[in-house]
């Protein structure tokens, strides 16, 4: 059954023989064929599938030449037909955001019960109802590292982040299942049940919750020509996180300008690219 080769090759089965996965998967075609073709001698005593008419060994057609599976396409067949991840996790990838802007996890959720907390992960499953009132709301899971959680999203916020639940469970986006950070109320249970209060996407969380950009330079760095034109970047994305200048003569001090001419900057990654390119290397750095 064709089926049921491509399932094994998806989940793994043949890797111990050939570890291109998608070298396996191009030449199913060609293997099928030879498989069914040696059956068809060994019933007419031609030979076996392992040897040819004379008891001599038949060689394996030779696997398509493919390029390896990405780790997204691995990892989502081997979901797709197992319900579970094998050869790693989607989220390990970003494990160190999601360890850095959250504080509570599947696994540590004792004596938080009652209490706002922020939690990241992907969308496992989804669906969306009506309350009494005919108004919109969700029961969403979201998975991370360590086990699920049930989300409960009401009307209100569901009418302000729904489209980003609604994204991150239908996978959209050309980088695969898209992480994300939800704060609400932790309630008890097996899974935790959080009461959603706020959602945003894992890859804008430096930008967003971010209190302070920080810009660490050396004193003979500090020209009047990159002085104006780091000011011009900082007017350029205004936004809420506030901004130092630190600028260090080596071994010996280091002084933090507050710039009162910015009033804030919009942290993003963009922007913390351009200002360290102006200075020709990593002067950039985010606190919380």
């Given amino acids: ?27 199913l075609d060609v293997m099928l064929e030879a498989g069914a073709s040696a059956a068809r001698d060994r019933e007419i005593g031609q030979g076996s599938l392992f040897g040819g008419a ?10 398509a030449d493919a390029a390896e599976w990405t780790d997204r396409q691995r990892l989502e067949y081997e979901k797709e037909v197992l319900g579970f991840y094998v050869t790693g996790h989607p989220l390990m990838a970003v494990s160190g ?117 920080r810009v660490r330079i050396r004193s003979e760095e500090a020209t009047e020509d990159r002085l104006l034109a780091l000011r011009a970047l900082f007017q350029a994305r205004p936004g809420e996180c506030a901004v130092t200048l630190h600028v260090v003569i080596p071994d010996e001090s280091e002084t933090v300008i507050a710039l009162s001419s910015i009033r804030g900057v919009r942290p993003d990654a963009a922007l913390r690219q351009d200002v360290d390119a102006l200075f020709g290397r990593s002067v950039t750095e985010l606190a919380l």
């Avoid at 004379?54 to 696997?63: I, N, S, W």
């Fill in 1 to 27: 059954n064709r089926r049921v080769v491509e399932s094994l090759v998806k989940c793994g089965a043949f890797d111990p023989l050939h570890a291109n996965r998608a070298a396996v998967w191009g030449s």
């Fill in 54 to 63: 004379g008891g001599e060994d038949v060689p394996a057609p030779p696997l």
């Fill in 97 to 213: 955001l999601l360890e850095r802007y959250t504080d509570t996890t599947a696994a540590n959720t004792e004596g938080k019960e009652e209490r706002d907390v922020r939690i990241g992960g992907l969308v496992t499953s989804f669906r969306e109802t009506r309350t009494r009132r005919g108004q919109l709301m969700a029961f969403v899971t979201l998975e991370d590292l360590e086990g699920p959680f049930d989300l409960v999203v009401f009307s209100e916020p569901y009418a302000q982040y729904g489209h980003l639940l609604k994204a991150a469970a239908a996978g959209e986006g050309d980088e695969g299942p898209k992480a994300l950070l939800v704060t609400g109320k932790l309630e008890g249970g097996d899974p935790p049940k959080i009461l959603v209060r706020e959602v945003l996407e894992l890859s804008r969380a430096e930008e967003k919750l971010s209190s302070q950009l």
